[in-house]
T-cell receptor, first 113, second 111 residues
């Protein structure tokens, strides 16, 4: 199993550009989530999904969209990038939400200039 | 609101000593707690978890203690090794499914 994979590893965007961060898992996990991590801080939940076709907002959802058309994939879309979205983004998955161990991907480092 | 925080942002220990990393949480409804280890440039890695119906759980060289009375969580690492150097996060969750992370503590192990 590859676990949780994320692409790209690094990305530089100009303010106003849009892009999609890809996340995939091959563990047949129902629960997937996106976090951002800013320097010296913990991870903050952006959006999560409890299964295909179901998504919900986390702590910091503004400026991001998600969809879950398959169990395996959970892309994160930045609609109009802003410098405040410069961060490291992590995708995670688990068997279910809440009380199950989450497996994290290697992260995408995004810089918005 | 909900919050999970750590008492110390950095911890430096000598190789072979025991390490204790502390965490405070404020949501008494949280019923599941996790410790993650994050090495530089990598995603968080699960270390150990504990449910609210327990007060202690042991793994290999690690022990998590939960004190619900004072809403306190700690991670003990026995015989700390250079490979344990990383940032450690506590996180809490409830049946709602959201995982809330604390700020993190950087553990530095001196040889």
């Amino acid at each position: 199993n590859a676990g949780v994979t994320q692409t790209p590893k690094f990305q530089v965007l100009k303010t106003g550009q849009s892009m999609t961060l890809q996340c995939a898992q091959d563990m047949n996990h129902e629960y997937m989530s996106w976090y951002r991590q800013d320097p010296g801080m913990g991870l903050r939940l952006i959006h999560y999904s409890v299964g295909a076709g179901i998504t919900d907002q986390g702590e910091v959802p503004n400026g991001y969209n998600v969809s879950r058309s398959t169990t395996e994939d959970f892309p994160l879309r930045l609609l109009s990038a802003a410098p405040s979205q410069t961060s490291v983004y992590f995708c995670a998955s688990s068997l279910a939400g809440g009380t199950y161990e989450q497996y994290f991907g290697p992260g995408t480092r995004l810089t918005v200039t | 609101g909900e919050s999970v925080g750590l008492h110390l942002p950095t911890l430096s220990v000598q190789e072979g000593d025991n390490s204790i990393i502390n965490c405070a949480y404020s949501n008494s409804a949280s019923d599941y707690f996790i410790w993650y280890k994050q090495e530089s440039g990598k995603g968080p890695q699960f270390i150990i978890d504990i449910r609210s119906n327990m007060d202690k759980r042991q793994g290999q060289r690690v022990t998590v203690l939960l004190n619900k009375t004072v809403k306190h969580l700690s991670l003990q690492i026995a015989a700390t090794q250079p490979g344990d150097s990383a940032v450690y996060f506590c996180a809490e969750s409830n049946q709602g499914g959201k995982l809330i992370f604390g700020q993190g503590t950087e553990l530095s192990v001196k040889p």
